[in-house]
T-cell receptor, first 114, second 113 residues
Framework: DQQVKQNSPSLSVQEGRISILNCDYT??????FLWYKKYPAEGPTFLIS?????DKNEDGRFTVFLNKSAKHLSLHIVPSQPGDSAVYFC?????????????FGTGTRLTIIP | KAGVTQTPRYLIKTRGQQVTLSCSPI?????VSWYQQTPGQGLQFLFE???????NKGNFPGRFSGRQFSNSRSEMNVSTLELGDSALYLC????????????FGQGTRLTVV
């Protein structure tokens, strides 16, 4: 049972345009969401997060939007740069003490075309 | 400050053998989590340790075990290896909770032949 879903395995975007990566979740107990970026042969790197009390969080070129009613979040990268080419993982967690884990999606491979 | 260090980086084992992977978290981080990454499955949670105690466990068979030492370093052990255990094993460290922003190591690539 995949509680966090990234339905697009891959995405190609022209350099300079906006990249939009999507993520859906089914567990209504999730209240903290994160995006990680992963290059080949490296571990995932934390990118940006959002708490369920917010619907938007921005950090430079990266913005995460959360739609709780739809159980959907998205990561916007603008403008997209060649160095953004990587696999992006969406992750979710609960505040419930005793459930200390991140639940990850299967990832979306983003390719930025120069 | 130093990041999360995992050793070894690569490992080849044969079926039936056992393997131990090591993880040194970021200094001051007390939570260490382990994840398995396989193609098409994303990162799947194995277990999380905090102050030498396993605090949370994923849906993996008992062949997968771990421990944490007093200096927060952690080891993961897989016994009676199967071909399907071939994967990238990632360790993540967090200050207090494995569910918060976690910092990952580069992983150990295990190949079972």
């Amino acid at each position: 049972d995949q509680q966090v879903k990234q339905n697009s395995p891959s995405l190609s975007v022209q350099e300079g345009r906006i990249s939009i990566l999507n993520c859906d979740y089914t567990n209504s107990m999730f209240d903290y969401f994160l995006w990680y970026k992963k290059y080949p042969a490296e571990g995932p790197t934390f990118l940006i997060s959002i708490s369920s009390i917010k619907d938007k969080n921005e950090d430079g070129r990266f913005t995460v939007f959360l739609n709780k009613s739809a159980k959907h979040l998205s990561l916007h990268i603008v403008p997209s740069q060649p160095g953004d080419s990587a696999v992006y993982f969406c992750a979710a967690s609960e505040s419930n003490f005793g459930n200390e884990k991140l639940t990850f999606g299967t990832g979306t491979r983003l390719t930025i075309i120069p | 400050k130093a990041g999360v260090t995992q050793t070894p980086r690569y490992l080849i084992k044969t079926r039936g053998q056992q393997v131990t992977l090591s993880c040194s978290p970021i200094s001051g981080h007390r939570s260490v989590s382990w994840y398995q990454q396989t193609p098409g499955q994303g990162l799947q949670f194995l277990f999380e340790y905090f102050s030498e105690t396993q605090r949370n466990k994923g849906n993996f068979p008992g062949r997968f075990s771990g421990r944490q030492f007093s200096n927060s370093r952690s080891e993961m052990n897989v016994s009676t290896l199967e071909l399907g255990d071939s994967a990238l094993y990632l360790c993540a460290s967090s200050l207090e909770r494995g569910a918060d922003e976690a910092f990952f190591g580069q992983g150990t690539r295990l190949t079972v032949v």
